[in-house]
């Protein structure tokens, strides 16, 4: 079973699934109903997702929170959201970068002299995904057999980093297009060296603290999930393994926070608002290139086949897979959160996005 910290292009090809029928608005019980479909399908263990559109929201949940046991997934359960966490990490660059303290456009080496081998690679690479940086990820044991020697280490962003630059880039910078976890691990040390502290008390202080996220929390080395929560599970040699309690170092910047689904959507229309980002930034977040034509700064913007565009980002660590979406406008939203089971299955959580913006 490959693992990814990111769920990004799961989420564009997803999103592009029509499953059901479009309506005005969304339909609780069609929801629902995709929800049941795919915790009984069998690759997904529990499921909990937040739904707005214009003034009816709802929350809603299936299957369960813990493997043999009739435990209900709670509705504001915590929960590993995976890559959400660059769109976090972005936005604290990008305040930096409104109040003078980096330049989108500057070398990342005229901040962090010597971290990557590569003289041209920009701050907005590194946010665009388009540094053509190695992704690290790869370089790590993350199927279920070797992360059971791994899952309670501390890794350093440098240790990470090291796995990267020891092969060469994908492509020029600025020529092309690819995700590479890497470059959040880079915009995590970016923002350490810039506030001269670490870059999970710059995401506490600049957004948790002033959106009063209390439940979202940047966990470093702490292996457990406070508070109410569903498990994830997967298969080890044929035995239902919880993969729950993990050290979260080994994602960093690129993927390592905990989260609710209340607490992502109050992130997600605060920072589509402009109550996170001054107006030049605000426009850089959401702004698209011909080589980066999905991705902006930590953020993906896609069209769905009805013609809705929505804005958003997907995340996945071992035993999580994580949406965060919404119309730019804010009026329609969704955020999902699905544990994994031990067996495997295709989950089609293109039906519920779909549901919710079509």
Known sequence: MGIRFTAVATLTVLALTTGTASAEVTDRGTVQQVMDQITSSGGVLGLQARVTDGRQRFAARSGVAEFDTAKPV??????????????????????????????????????????????????????????????????????????????????????????ATSHPLHFPPGTKWKYSNTNYVVAGLLIEKLTGKPYEKAVEQRILKPLRLDDTEVPGDNVNIKGPHAHGYWSVDGTPTDITRINPSLAY??????????????????????????????????????????????????????????????????????????????????????????????????????????
């Not at 053509?132 to 992360?147: K, S």
Request: proline content about 7%; some cysteine; hydrophobic content about 35%.
């Open 74 to 163: 709670p509705l504001n359960g915590r929960f590993r959201i995976g890559s959400v966490t660059k769109t976090f990490v972005s936005t604290v660059v990008l305040q930096l970068a409104g109040e003078g303290k980096v330049d989108l456009d500057a070398p990342v080496d005229r901040y962090l002299p010597g971290l990557v081998p590569y003289k041209d690679i920009t701050v907005r690479h590194v946010l665009q995904h388009t540094s053509g940086l190695y992704n690290y990820t790869p370089e790590l044991p993350l199927d279920p057999a070797g992360f059971e020697q791994i899952r309670y280490r501390h890794w350093e962003p440098e240790e990470l980093l090291a796995l």
């Open 253 to 358: 910047g690129a993927g390592e926070m905990v989260s609710t689904t209340r607490d992502l959507d109050t992130f997600i229309v605060a920072l589509t608002s402009g109550k996170l980002l001054r107006p030049a930034q605000q426009k850089e977040i959401g702004r698209t290139t011909d080589v980066s034509p999905d991705y902006g700064l930590g953020l993906q913007v896609q069209t769905l086949s009805c013609g809705t565009r929505i804005w958003g980002h997907g995340g996945s660590i071992p035993g999580y897979v994580t949406f965060m979406v919404t119309t730019p406008d804010t009026g329609k939203r969704l955020q999902l959160s699905a544990t994994s089971a031990p067996s495997a299955g295709n989950p089609a959580y293109g039906e519920i996005i779909d549901e919710g913006f079509c």
